[in-house]
Structure formats: structure tokens, C-alpha cells
């Protein structure tokens, strides 16, 4: 085993790996909790005509499946010390804007994201995946992220009733007199103090102490004995296969562009991952990632899994850095985190703690931690400034990742040949552009 993983060349030992791993899972553990209430559209009380309800209990076991199977590959196949997980944001999209939005039951959804899966792996198998990355330019991924960061942070402040609906200005503060509102607050107080302390798993603790707070104070209801904390673990039976059975449901033009929205994200997400993990552990060699392809895979295998399994696109976590600070520097300390994650099966129960105002804080804190790429967008540059003002501040407004991209991608062709930098344009960028305008006209 210490032969398989290189523990001698990269001087370390079966207790700092185990450590490693559990420090990632504990970092990473609010997933489990957030990605179920995310997807079944907790605190939602209408839904689209045709739109059901994807079963809570069955995401959990998928997400934990999901997270399990994506790790153990990357820790075995890719030996790094990074975890995987279904990706914040990705999950946002997935609910509220292709479910709640366009009214797509959540089974086409899935199919959606494992048509994505597919078509990562083909990228990543024939060296594609590279050329479509430095096609797009980094402002722009920035820009993403950036607004990603801004449509989860408010979804959390509208689950939890910090803002409300208003009809003069369409947002307003919610009633900061309400129990619940309350309770939001202490949690996202709790999280920022953690955090700002650097106390890894920060988030997950949060959620810990916000439910115990609302256990407390009355708003949640305690588990009253052992079975509601260690229980059997949930069916999988009402998500599994679905992706399949509705694989021939993808084939319209609004699920291409939710395709390449699903492709697009997990793209440049695992990529910064990828990129950041590995230079904090010292992986990076003459600026390039040694088994990058391998990595890919891993990623793109993961998101296959998921789908089948029942959840949202699958991706690597930036939370592999808080393992890899505790000294986790192989594929070992990835084999721990899925161990934890598969131990987690058994702790569905806790779901009925985990309510909006508990998961909320921890979207706000990660749209925050998102957020931080604004400040490598070139504002400067007018014509950058543009098509990025745009994706960011339009996934918020409409209530849509797509949208922000779409807008982003019709603006910076125009902006950059006016501006005499139609050169610098890559023709993959045109066919997007023409992609994108089809989609408003085929959404309106």
C-alpha cells in the first residue's frame, strides 16, 4: 500500500493520510445535507405544472454515493489527495433554474447531466477537453464563478427569509423579527466566526451549531432517541436509472443549452480545483499537472455515476485543500474521505434537523468563498468589463446560471471587434454566440 501511493517520496504515513482524509470530509460533509434539501427544492412550496418532487431521502444516498465512488477513483486511478462531491451552484441550476424555471422534470434534468458526464469523458479521452479551456477566455471563467457565487448566496438569503419578495421593488428585507430569520442570522454569525478563526470544516460546524440552536430555541424538532440519528440507509430505488430511462428527452433546444451550461461549469471548476489543489501540495511540475488526463477522467466518471445514482453533476472540491493543509499529499487520503462518505449512508435521519435556515448560511458562505474570483475580471478593459458585468449580475436577477452565461457569451464578440480585437476572439466563441442567441429565441 505504501508502495501504490509513493508514501516515502512524498514523506508521509498512514496517520497524517487518515488524518488528511477525515479533515477534507469534515470540510466537505455539509454537501450531504445541503445537496438533498438543494435538489427536492426545500422551502418551495409551488411547482411547475408536470413537475414533481425528486424524493429527498434517495439524494442523500445518491450524493453520498456519488461522493464515495468520484473519490475512490480519483484517490486509485489518479492517486490525488482530492475529493469530489456534487458541485454547489451546478446543484443550484439544476433545481431552480432547469426545474423551477423551465418547468424540466428533474428526471430529464438528470438525464441532462449524465448526457454531460458522457461527453466530458469523450473530451477528456481525446485531448479536447485543453482546446475548448483556452477557447474561453479567463475573464470570463471568472466572471462564472463570480456569478454563481452571487445566485447561490441568494438563494440562501431567500430560503431562509432574510430578503422577501416585494411588489414595489421586487426584493426587500424580510421580517428580522421572525424566529426563523433569526435563527439564519446566528447561523451565517456562527459560520463567519469559524471560519474567520480558521477552523477547518468551518461550514459544516455552522450548520451543527444552528441546528442545536433551533433544537434549543424550539423551531426544530430534536431527534428523540437514537433512530433519529443512525438509521437504515434510504432507498435509492426512486432516483436510480432515471437518467437513463429519460435519456431520450434530452434532445430539444432548451436541454442543449442546460447540457452545455452542466459541461461548461464542471469544465472550468474541476480545472481551478485541479489547478489549486495540486500547486498548494507541490504536485505542479514546469506549470503542468503530472496524470492530469487521469484526474479528468475521474471528474468526468464521478458525474456519470452521479446521474445514474440520482444527483447533480459531480465534481472536485476546493475543499481538498483544507486535507492536503493537514498534510494529505496522496491518493490515500482521498480513499479515507470516500470511506467517511460511505460511513455517512447510515446518517440520512439528521435530514429532518437540516432545515433552510440551516443550510442557508452555509450558501451564503460559499457564495462568498465564490465570489472571490471578481478580482481577476480586467474592469479596466471596457470590453471585458461588459459581457462579465453582465454574467454576474444577470444569474442572480433572473434566477438563472444559463442566462448569465448566455448573456456573457453574446456581449464579449460584440465588445471585443468593436474595439478592434476580433483577432483575440476564437471561433469557438462565435459558434456560442450564435448558440446563445438561438437559445433566447427559441426561450421566448
Known amino acids: 500500500m505504501k508502495k501504490f501511493f509513493r508514501f516515502e517520496e512524498f514523506g508521509t504515513n498512514y496517520r497524517t493520510e487518515f488524518m488528511a482524509g477525515m479533515t477534507t470530509f469534515l470540510a466537505m460533509a455539509y454537501i450531504l445535507f445541503v445537496n438533498p434539501t438543494t435538489l427536492a427544492l426545500v422551502g418551495i412550496d409551488e411547482l411547475p405544472e408536470g413537475v414533481t418532487r425528486i424524493d429527498q431521502g434517495a439524494v442523500f444516498t445518491a450524493t453520498a454515493i456519488a461522493a464515495a465512488i468520484g473519490t475512490l477513483i480519483m484517490g486509485l486511478f489518479a492517486r490525488y489527495p482530492i475529493a469530489l462531491a456534487p458541485g454547489m451552484g451546478l446543484n443550484a441550476f439544476f433545481a431552480y433554474t432547469v426545474v423551477l424555471g423551465y418547468g424540466i422534470p428533474w428526471e430529464t434534468a438528470?438525464?441532462?447531466?449524465?448526457?454531460?458526464?458522457?461527453?466530458?469523458?469523450?473530451?477528456?479521452?481525446?485531448?479536447?477537453?485543453?482546446?475548448?479551456?483556452?477557447?474561453?477566455?479567463?475573464?470570463?471563467k471568472m466572471a462564472v464563478g463570480a456569478g454563481i457565487g452571487l445566485f447561490i448566496a441568494f438563494i440562501g438569503f431567500q430560503s431562509s427569509g432574510i430578503i422577501q419578495a416585494n411588489e414595489a421593488t421586487l426584493v426587500a428585507l424580510g421580517d428580522l423579527t421572525s424566529p426563523s430569520v433569526l435563527l439564519a442570522i446566528f447561523g451565517i454569525f456562527a459560520s463567519v466566526i469559524l471560519l474567520s478563526l480558521g477552523i477547518k470544516g468551518g461550514i459544516f460546524y455552522g450548520m451543527i451549531l444552528t441546528a442545536v440552536a433551533g433544537?434549543?430555541?424550539?423551531?426544530?424538532?430534536?431527534?428523540?432517541g437514537a433512530g433519529d440519528i443512525v438509521g437504515s440507509v434510504p432507498s435509492i430505488a426512486p432516483t436510480f436509472g432515471q437518467a437513463i430511462l429519460h435519456f431520450g428527452d434530452i434532445f430539444t433546444i432548451e436541454m442543449l443549452v442546460v447540457i452545455l451550461t452542466f459541461l461548461f461549469v464542471d469544465f472550468f471548476d474541476t480545472a481551478g480545483t485541479l489547478v489549486a489543489v495540486s500547486t498548494q501540495a507541490g504536485f505542479m511540475k514546469d506549470n503542468k499537472l503530472p496524470r492530469a488526463g487521469r484526474a479528468l477522467f475521474s471528474d468526468s466518471a464521478a458525474t456519470v455515476v452521479g446521474a445514474v445514482a440520482g444527483t447533480s453533476t459531480t465534481t472536485s472540491y476546493i475543499e481538498s485543500t483544507a486535507g492536503v493543509g493537514a498534510g494529505g499529499r496522496t491518493g490515500f487520503t482521498s480513499v479515507v474521505t470516500a470511506g467517511f462518505f460511505l460511513l455517512a449512508l447510515w446518517f440520512s435521519p439528521l435530514l429532518g434537523v437540516v432545515t433552510a435556515e440551516v443550510t442557508a448560511p452555509a450558501l451564503i458562505i460559499v457564495g462568498v468563498l465564490m465570489a472571490s474570483s471578481l478580482k481577476n475580471v480586467d474592469w479596466d478593459q471596457f470590453e471585458i468589463a461588459v459581457p462579465?458585468?453582465?454574467?454576474?449580475?444577470?444569474?442572480?436577477?433572473?434566477?438563472?446560471?444559463?442566462?448569465?452565461?448566455?448573456?456573457?457569451?453574446?456581449?464579449y464578440p460584440i465588445t471585443m471587434i468593436m474595439k478592434g480585437r476580433i483577432k483575440e476572439v476564437h471561433p469557438v466563441m462565435y459558434l456560442l454566440f450564435v448558440i446563445f442567441i438561438l437559445y433566447f429565441i427559441f426561450l421566448s
Open 110 to 140: 438528470l438525464a441532462g447531466v449524465l448526457a454531460s458526464g458522457l461527453i466530458f469523458i469523450v473530451l477528456t479521452l481525446t485531448g479536447l477537453r485543453e482546446k475548448i479551456i483556452n477557447a474561453i477566455p479567463a475573464n470570463l
Open 215 to 224: 433544537m434549543i430555541f424550539g423551531l426544530i424538532d430534536p431527534p428523540s
Open 388 to 411: 462579465a458585468f453582465f454574467t454576474i449580475i444577470a444569474m442572480p436577477l433572473t434566477y438563472s446560471i444559463a442566462t448569465g452565461i448566455a448573456l456573457g457569451f453574446i456581449f
